[in-house]
């Protein structure tokens, strides 16, 4: 709980465990561009999703899983409301990414330079009854096109939009170590 007295403590640490994380220690590695298939309804049946997810496991406290994007792939601004996250891309160099309730929760995930691999943390998990489920946006005006980008911080309005059509999730197995807990 954000609200315990050892918190900050414990976030510290999970912050330098996932740090420690590495693609080989969950057992993913590069795949070919058809590894994967979606098994769901027209209009994607047999179509390879530009996202997939892995479930690793999940409790009432919190959801743990790896997404996987295809090259050029992105998962569309988008929010986790009333949830704690922490996410870590698989390069050495990249620390893991906080988000909170309350801040830097609104976050968008392009697959830019080749595939994509993060593990995910939600806490608590999605529970759409108790008002956590995620939310797409847009940005309601951009700047013009070839515009210099404006300095930070800048005021910005966005309008929330059902999730766009191009954009799915698949699932695959977790190929990774048992986790127990």
């Not at 976030?11 to 590069?30: F, G, I, T």
């Not at 070919?32 to 530009?50: H, I, L, N, Q, R």
């Not at 997810?53 to 792939?73: K, P, Q």
């Not at 609104?106 to 939310?135: E, K, N, S, W």
């Amino acid at each position: 709980s954000p609200a315990g007295p050892a918190f900050g403590e414990n976030l510290h640490r999970l912050q330098q465990l996932l740090d420690e994380v590495r693609a080989e220690d969950l057992h993913l590695a590069p795949r070919g561009p058809s590894a994967a298939a979606a098994g769901g309804d027209p209009p994607w049946a047999g179509v390879v999703p530009p996202v997939s997810y892995m479930h690793i496991c999940e409790t009432e406290s919190f959801s743990m899983g790896v997404f996987l994007l295809r090259s050029g792939a992105c998962i569309p601004l988008h929010d986790h409301p009333g949830m704690n996250g922490m996410l870590k891309h698989y390069t050495r160099a990249s620390p893991p990414c906080l988000l909170s309730p309350h801040t830097d929760n609104l976050h968008q995930i392009d697959a830019v330079d080749g595939p994509a691999a993060f593990l995910d943390i939600l806490a608590p998990p999605y529970d759409p009854q108790h008002g956590r489920d995620c939310h797409y946006y847009r940005l309601l005006e951009g700047p013009p096109a070839g515009a210099e980008p404006p300095a930070l911080p800048r005021e910005v309005w966005l309008v929330e939009t059902p999730q766009a059509a191009d954009f799915w999730c698949g699932g695959e197995p977790y190929p990774g170590p048992r986790v127990c807990l």
